[in-house]
């Protein structure tokens, strides 16, 4: 199964300003999942990152606050743009497990915006 | 569209007591079937899955069966301990095409007490 390695793990932020979140991954996949989890709540899916082609957005998320890059098979980042108080949360990345199901989710980014 | 309906928390139980942590689906088709575990400061664990109708997850001592008449996936454990304080989340996610994204549930919060 893969293992995901991301990065930072945890950041306080001015407002105004923006955080890139990178996540390595040890196998190549071929989508990645960029999720959000604000405090008491369940998982919000941001994006999915395809390598080679413009991440696919869900409602309520848009490329100019939060720009994704998949240069390769192993490798995705997630910028959290002009940021605001609102953007603070954890941040997360997944990949699938294996075929049948199953995600694998790097251990998050918890960011603050003061 | 696809949701993921599970019991509202936070549920309290005594050590050694029994667990279920409720979980409703609606989707189309056949997805499969997931519980996710957030330990206190960790991040998500898979804990259990079921791809197909009436395949049994389990893994740590905890259950669940993938009903598709009552289109149901509930989580059991015989004995909790006070380890298994957490956040579970039951989620879904279909196992083709090109958005093969979860689908959560809003996680339900166990306190086991000794």
């Known amino acids: 199964s893969a293992v995901i390695s991301q990065k930072p793990s945890r950041d306080i932020c001015q407002r105004g300003t923006s955080l890139t979140i990178q996540c390595q991954v040890d196998s190549q996949v071929t989508m990645m999942f960029w999720y959000r989890q604000q405090p008491g709540q369940s998982l919000t899916l941001i994006a999915t990152a395809n390598q080679g082609s413009e991440a696919t957005y869900e409602s309520g998320f848009v490329i100019d606050k939060f720009p994704i890059s998949r240069p390769n098979l192993t490798f995705s980042t997630l910028t959290v743009s002009n940021m605001s108080p609102e953007d603070s949360s954890i941040y997360l990345c997944s990949v699938i497990r294996d075929i049948g199901g199953g995600y694998t989710f790097g251990s998050g980014t918890r960011l603050t915006v003061v | 569209g696809d949701s993921v309906t599970q019991m509202e928390g936070p549920v309290t139980l005594s050590e050694e007591a029994f667990l279920t942590i409720n979980c409703t689906y609606t989707?189309?088709?056949?997805?499969?079937l997931f519980w996710y575990v957030q330990y206190p400061g960790e991040g998500l664990q898979l804990l259990l899955k079921?791809?197909?109708a009436d395949d049994k997850g389990s893994n740590k001592g905890f259950e669940a069966t993938y009903r598709k008449e009552t289109t149901s996936f509930h989580l059991e454990k015989g004995s909790v301990q006070v380890s298994d304080s957490a956040v579970y989340f039951c989620a879904l996610s279909h196992n083709a095409g090109n958005n093969r994204k979860l689908i959560w549930g809003l996680g339900t919060s166990l306190a086991v007490n000794p």
């Open positions: 989707a189309t088709g056949y997805p499969s």
């Open positions: 079921a791809t197909k």
